[in-house]
């Protein structure tokens, strides 16, 4: 399910609550929407269903190191 694209009122609201490259740890919420927990609670819902829906991440194999071992 593709989550739908943020219309541009709302690019100009997170741009001005936090400024600079986004963070992926953090979640703001329009101020708006402060007083309407359905809102709320409909978009956690659509994340956490896009989210269950990725494949499993696998980790990357690591790669040989190419530095030079110092001869002791």
Do not use: N
Not at 13 to 31: D, N, Q
Not at 41 to 68: D, F, G, H, N, R
Request: hydrophobic fraction near 40%; avoid cysteine; charged fraction near 30%.
């Amino acid at each position: 399910m593709p989550m739908p694209r943020p219309d541009e009122e709302i690019k100009q609201f997170f741009a001005a609550v936090m400024p600079g490259k986004p963070m992926k740890e953090y979640v703001t919420i329009p101020e708006q929407w402060h007083e309407a927990p359905d809102t709320i609670t409909a978009w956690i819902e659509k994340s956490l269903q896009w989210v269950a829906a990725m494949p499993e991440k696998v980790p990357a194999k690591k790669k040989p190191s190419t530095k030079k071992k110092k001869d002791v």
